[in-house]
Every structure is written in structure tokens, then in C-alpha cells.
């Protein structure tokens, strides 16, 4: 199963995410585009401080983390894996 835009826009409106669920599919998209070409250290650190942030409001947090453990059912293998190493530096 491919992840599409409606896929994301149905999970990210019922999370709450954001009243608007269209309007945070076209946000991240745009903002993973913006990562396309960073290599994987300047990943990494980009995570270690998207994790001080998203911590500031732990309800919040366990939201986003739910949403992206919710994804991983539909992503391939490669794409698993990138999503596992990811969780791990969120959650440590």
C-alpha cells in the first residue's frame, strides 16, 4: 500500500494535528522536499533538536509519536527502517 496524500490528510485530522489536515499534508510534504538533499549527520542533528522542541508539550509529543508509529504500516522496508531510526532518536 502506497502512502498518499489523503492517507495523511485523514490521519493528521484525526489526531488534530491541525484543524486544516489538507493544509499539514502540503506542509510536510513541502518540508520533506526541504530535506531531500542534507546528508545524514545534518539529519540527525536536525532530529535532536526537532526532539527538545516536540518535548515541550508532552501531550503533543505522544500525539506526533502515535502518528508516525501509525504510518509504518504502510511504508515499504527501506522506508521502515529509516522511520525505526528516526523513533530512536526522537525517543532517547
Known sequence: ?????????????QLGLEDNAR???????????????KNEDAL???????RKVMKTNPQQYQNQVAALRTLRSVMNEEQQRRLDKMLMLLEE
Open 1 to 13: 500500500m502506497d502512502l498518499n496524500q489523503q492517507m495523511l490528510s485523514d490521519l493528521a485530522e
Open 23 to 37: 493544509s499539514a499534508v502540503t506542509t510536510a510534504a513541502d518540508l520533506a522536499s526541504s530535506y531531500k538533499d
Open 44 to 50: 540527525i542533528a536536525e532530529i535532536r533538536e526537532l
